[in-house]
């Protein structure tokens, strides 16, 4: 009883106080965007196509008259942002890749950005193809990439207020330990984190306890982390009963959905998107199909450079409309998605990616037993300047190779002190053995990996 008195309480103080008066004072255009995308659900595709075209306009004449890279690019092809009308037209622009935007880091940033747009914060991403660049993101960009989210939420039955539980990774930052400042916003959002660095099968049992009795309105979490819960949760018995699953950070197979779906008996969602780009697509409730935010983006789906038909797999494409102080105009995420034809049965505007093929994330098993995931490699390996590429392989029980590509920016030091932060930070079990070499083969899958395990029976 006591408990569910303080939960009501938690959940009123997240709601009026957080939600309610920090956040519109904090985050006016977080909330302001939130507001407006919720509004664009309410409108009809022509609706939605026009207002896409209007923000493409925008951009397109800003990266031509702020930014050297896109006006070099527009006068080598004798074009003009007015020549673009439509996305379809996009095609007379060349596509960006993550080594152009590594090779033209300078000239793809705004000399100019309006001042509504802002503070501008520097970003550093790697992605599903360990080939970190780094990022200048404007406060309207930002703001419009949460919003993303919190739209994605709402859509899928969550409430500003509600219970969230988090089965995350702890960034490694030098300060390992959580300032208060963090508790209290945890306290404040009415959320609880669980992290998936180092946990073992105990600390695993002992977070579906937990969970238990916490009975979050939303699990948030990576797939791989979810999925191994669900297993243990099927083993040990658990009476875990969140209102609802949002898995992140990888592509959510069908399987695990049913896994996940069956376990915890609650609907499942997969939300889809890159530091690079906000989230992608808004998942419906009723159909489960990914919406493609188009109010947002501007997606393509090619192959050998041409846009696929309905019902076939292509290279996804995205130009992302907010992003001002360093625009991404057809940039390539490295991932794979099917358009689809058919509109959907809800009432939703925005057209249909059927499926997609993203990265996919391992765990790792330390000879303790310990998981980790892959994520923190990521949270290591990305943030370091003069690496192009990146790849952390388990070779054996109690071996880690990791294979770097210098960029010319690279510092032969961190080659150490990348060793000792990973040994460091992973177990002391580990012999770590840091490579720099020219390129990083691709797999015969022809899908890049960041991180792999070729022990048998690692969890992945
Ligand atoms: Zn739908």
Redesign the pocket.
């Known amino acids: 009883m006591r408990q569910i008195i303080a939960g009501q309480a938690r959940y009123l103080c997240s709601r009026y106080l957080y939600y309610g008066i920090y956040q519109p004072l904090r985050q006016p255009l977080r909330v302001a965007h939130r507001r407006q995308l919720l509004q664009n659900c309410t409108l009809d595709p022509d609706e939605i196509a026009a207002l896409q075209r209007q923000k493409l306009s925008a951009l397109l004449h800003h990266a031509y008259e702020h930014v050297p890279y896109y006006r070099r690019v527009f006068d080598e092809r004798q074009l003009h942002p007015r020549d673009i009308r439509e996305p379809s037209d996009l095609e007379q622009l060349p596509l960006l890749t993550k080594s152009l935007i590594q090779e033209n880091a300078g000239e793809l940033r705004a000399q100019y950005v309006p001042p509504r747009f802002g503070r501008i914060r520097r970003e550093r991403t790697g992605g599903s193809t360990g080939q970190p660049i780094t990022l200048y993101v404007d406060d309207e960009s930002w703001s419009m990439g949460v919003a993303t989210v919190d739209r994605f939420h709402e859509l899928c039955g969550w409430k500003p207020g509600n219970s969230i539980a988090t089965l995350l990774t702890r960034r490694l930052r030098p300060q390992l330990n959580r300032p208060i400042r963090d508790n209290l916003i945890d306290w404040a959002i009415n959320r609880t984190q669980f992290h998936t660095y180092g946990i073992s099968e105990i600390d695993a049992i002992d977070y579906l306890r937990h969970l238990g009795t916490l009975r979050p309105k939303m699990l948030f979490g990576y797939r791989s982390a979810l999925v191994l819960l669900a297993q243990l949760a099927r083993e040990h018995g658990h009476n875990v009963r969140p209102g609802m699953i949002v898995s992140t950070g990888e592509v959510l197979m069908p399987a695990d959905r049913q896994v996940l779906e069956s376990t915890f008996q609650c609907a499942v969602f997969d939300r889809y998107g890159a530091t690079e780009a906000a989230l992608l697509t808004t998942?419906?409730p009723?159909?489960?199909?990914r919406?493609i935010n188009t109010d947002v983006h501007v997606v393509e789906f090619l192959r050998d450079g041409r846009p696929v038909s309905p019902e076939t797999p292509g290279m996804i494409v995205v130009t992302n409309l907010h992003s001002f102080a360093m625009p991404l105009i057809r940039y390539v995420l490295g991932d794979v998605g099917t358009p689809s034809g058919e509109p959907?049965?809800?009432?939703?505007p925005?057209p249909?990616m059927r499926s997609m093929e993203g990265r996919a994330l391992d765990f790792i098993k330390a000879p303790s037993g310990r998981l980790f995931h892959a994520s923190v490699f990521h949270s290591v390996l990305d943030w370091r300047r003069g690496i192009r590429q990146w790849q952390a392989v388990q070779v054996t029980a109690d071996e880690l190779v990791i294979q770097l590509v210098p960029a010319p920016d690279f510092d032969p030091k961190i080659v150490a002190a990348i060793e000792s932060m990973i040994t460091r930070h992973l177990d002391a079990g580990f012999r770590v053995d840091v490579r720099v070499v020219d390129q990083i083969e691709i797999g015969l899958s022809g899908k890049f990996r960041t991180t792999m395990s070729r022990v048998p029976g690692t969890f992945a």
Do not use: K, N
Request: proline share 0%; net charge negative.
């Open positions: 998942e419906c009723t159909y489960h199909q919406h959907c049965e809800c009432e939703l925005f249909i």
